[in-house]
């Protein structure tokens, strides 16, 4: 087996993106431009305005240091009158190409949870109509592989949510990305916010500012971000930076910021994986790929626990 390729451009520039942000149009307590002032003073350059079952552009917004993304968040409920036991879907959808779109409302699903065929057949329609889908948090929307085992034509799912683990640390969810991965999805993830700010910034359960996406572009601009995100050019971070991925030789080649830990998942039970003496820490390791691993992602740990996620890859797409 010999493959040879970047999975993260080897140029560009890395930018920073939260991809799930509710303002005050639904129920955040900040403006859009008070939620680009805030982030772009703590280094992002990207936000997609996700507010509930409610589309958000906001053109005034974006110059050559900041891309709003237009978005809206979908929700399908199951029946019940406390809302603390009730299962939901949440699904982010990204906007393309919104200078073209003129007046949009965003549809919301009219059907029955649990009726999987139709869920699939709305996510296609707005994916034809040109948005990007993104399945959100499964841990704290009570899901489990029943709910997303059978799901199809999904982007991204969020592998981690800063605004539910401060809510009740259910933000991680790396296994139900792996279990989506093996019943045959290929989507990438992401790492976002979900900020409503019901906290002051600085308070230990401020939801902004934990989880981010990191897209590798060429310049900045709506364009560019769309294709980086079409294109799995980006990694998902709770802190830790990834800052080469590639293949050469048949061995893949990572290279981060200084970490702990350094694994790659598999398709399978067997990983390779590269981990520091106590008290030291990696920032490179290079593993010879058997050619059965199926799918590979990398997953950096730092030595506060946070992580570097790279999309899945699929080693059949890179033998093509």
């Known amino acids: 087996m010999k493959l040879d390729c970047e999975l993260l451009p080897r140029t560009g520039a890395d930018y920073k993106a939260n991809l799930h942000c509710h ?19 703590q280094g992002y350059s990207v936000v997609a305005f ?6 958000g552009w906001y053109p005034e917004l974006m110059d050559d240091t900041f891309v709003p993304l237009a978005a809206f968040e979908a929700d399908l409920d199951t029946p019940g009158q406390d809302y603390s036991y009730v299962k939901t879907y949440h699904m982010n ?9 003129g007046e949009f409302q965003a549809p919301q699903p009219d059907f029955a949870y649990g009726d999987t065929a139709a869920l699939i057949d709305y996510v296609a329609g707005l994916r034809a109509q040109g948005f ?5 948090h499964p841990y704290w929307s009570l899901q489990n592989y ?3 085992k059978d799901l199809r034509g ?5 592998i981690y949510n800063h605004g539910c683990e401060i809510d009740g640390l259910y933000g991680y969810q790396p296994q139900a990305y792996d279990e989506m991965l093996r019943s045959g999805q290929r989507l990438g993830c992401v790492a976002t916010d979900d900020n409503h700010n019901w906290f002051a910034f600085g308070h230990p359960r401020c939801d902004s500012f934990g989880g981010a996406t990191m897209l590798r572009l060429p310049r900045l601009g709506y364009a560019e971000v769309i294709h980086a995100l079409q294109n799995r ?5 709770t802190g830790p930076e990834l800052h080469e991925l590639y293949i ?3 061995v893949l080649h990572v290279r981060c910021s200084p970490v702990e830990k350094i694994y790659v998942i598999t398709a399978g039970r067997n990983t390779h994986s590269e981990v520091s003496d106590s008290g030291d820490t990696l920032t490179e390791a290079a593993f010879p790929l058997k050619g059965n691993e199926g799918y590979i992602r990398v997953d950096c740990q730092d030595t506060h626990r946070r992580h570097a996620y790279s999309c899945a890859y699929w080693l059949d797409e890179m033998q093509k």
């Open 93 to 101: 959808f990204y906007d393309c190409a919104p200078e073209t779109r």
């Open 248 to 250: 050469e030789n048949g």
């Open 233 to 237: 050019h980006y990694y998902a971070t």
């Open 23 to 41: 303002t005050t149009h639904s129920d955040g307590k900040l403006t859009p431009s008070q939620t680009r002032e805030a982030y772009q003073a």
């Open 154 to 158: 999904f982007d991204y799912m969020e």
């Open 132 to 136: 990007l889908a993104c399945y959100n």
């Open 50 to 55: 996700t507010d509930h079952r409610r589309y």
């Open 146 to 148: 029943d709910d997303y």
